[in-house]
T-cell receptor, first 113, second 110 residues
Framework: DQQVKQNSPSLSVQEGRISILNCDYT??????FLWYKKYPAEGPTFLIS?????DKNEDGRFTVFLNKSAKHLSLHIVPSQPGDSAVYFC????????????FGQGTRLTINP | DAGITQSPRHKVTETGTPVTLRCHQT?????MYWYRQDPGHGLRLIHY???????DKGEVSDGYSVSRSKTEDFLLTLESATSSQTSVYFC?????????FGPGTRLTVL
């Protein structure tokens, strides 16, 4: 029973274009959402987060959108750069903070020159 | 970098042997976590700790135990390793609204 789902295992985008990574969740008690980026042989690194009281959060090239009614969030990266090639995980929690995260399966993003 | 180290970084062991993985942090964080990462599953929480001697189970705790006798160290033990426990194990700490992860331990059980 996967409470957080990333239905696209992989995504390929041209350099300079927009990358959109999607995440769906089923648990209506989730109230805090995070995106992590992971390179091979390294631990995940935090990218951006959003609380359920907001519907958008922006940090430089990264924007996360939250649609609570659809239980859906997305990460937009614009413009995409070769260094963005990595696996991206979305995660969710019930406590308005980063305790006890539930992760999605991950999406491998490849940025092509 | 939240001062998290994991040891060993790589380990190959045989089915039925006990294995202990260590997570060490240098910044006195209260919450510590152990995850495993497997293809198609993302990261799944094994156990977590909210203080010295205070631990609780996560989503996939069967076959694993943990101990936290000091704030800085969180140990994950596989009492009798099985091939299904071949995975990459990550330790994490949480600070405010983020979790920070260690570099991971790749464990292979033959």
């Amino acid at each position: 029973d996967q409470q957080v789902k990333q239905n696209s295992p992989s995504l390929s985008v041209q350099e300079g274009r927009i990358s959109i990574l999607n995440c769906d969740y089923t648990n209506s008690m989730f109230d805090y959402f995070l995106w992590y980026k992971k390179y091979p042989a390294e631990g995940p690194t935090f990218l951006i987060s959003i609380s359920s009281i907001k519907d958008k959060n922006e940090d430089g090239r990264f924007t996360v959108f939250l649609n609570k009614s659809a239980k859906h969030l997305s990460l937009h990266i614009v413009p995409s750069q070769p260094g963005d090639s990595a696996v991206y995980f979305c995660a969710a929690s019930e406590n308005q903070g980063a305790q006890k995260l539930v992760f999605g399966q991950g999406t491998r993003l490849t940025i092509n020159p | 970098d939240a001062g998290i180290t994991q040891s060993p970084r790589h380990k190959v062991t045989e089915t039925g042997t006990p294995v202990t993985l260590r997570c060490h942090q240098t910044e006195n964080h209260r919450y510590m976590y152990w995850y495993r990462q497997d293809p198609g599953h993302g990261l799944r929480l094994i156990h977590y700790s909210y203080g010295v001697k205070d631990t609780d189970k996560g989503e996939v705790s069967d076959g694993y135990s943990v101990s936290r006798s000091k704030t800085e160290d969180f140990l994950l033990t596989l009492e009798s390793a099985t091939s299904s426990q071949t995975s990459v194990y990550f330790c994490a700490i949480s600070e405010r609204n983020e979790q920070f992860f260690g570099p991971g331990t790749r464990l292979t059980v033959l």
